[in-house]
């Protein structure tokens, strides 16, 4: 069974930056593909990032191009997305999500693992 254990959210500015960390515990993290979700109050959980197992293959949803930054360090079992220009719809609840198979994986159904999340708020 996988652990996840997001942190580094918080409340900032708009323009400003967070970075966000998942930690994981209890797999092979280095054979999962990696995603990060967000969830603003009354909508669906959404894909932000996804990262394959060797971190170098990512994709990003349209809104975040150019802002956010998904990357991982297998010898510290953990994932991060440093998010920068960050603007007020970017609030919401932030979501580490794990995928059976190294490969990107961009469909929240396709995730068998999932963490607590952690709020990211952003202030106009």
């Known amino acids: 069974q996988v652990q996840l254990v997001e942190s580094g959210g918080g409340l900032v500015q708009a323009g400003g930056s967070l970075r966000l960390s998942c930690a994981a515990s209890?797999?092979?993290?280095?054979?999962?593909?990696m995603g990060w979700f967000r969830q603003a109050p009354g909508k669906e959980r959404e894909f932000v990032a996804a990262i394959n197992w060797s971190g170098r293959s990512t994709d990003y949803v349209d809104s975040v191009k150019g802002r956010f930054t998904i990357s991982r360090d297998n010898a510290k079992n953990t994932v991060y997305l440093q998010m920068n220009s960050l603007k007020p719809e970017d609030t919401a609840v932030y979501y580490c999500?794990?995928?059976?198979?190294?490969?990107?994986?961009?469909?929240?159904?396709?995730?068998?693992?999932w963490g607590q999340g952690t709020q990211v708020t952003v202030s106009s």
């Open positions: 209890g797999g092979i993290f280095s054979s999962f593909g």
């Open positions: 999500a794990a995928a059976s198979g190294f490969r990107v994986v961009l469909t929240k159904g396709e995730y068998d693992y």
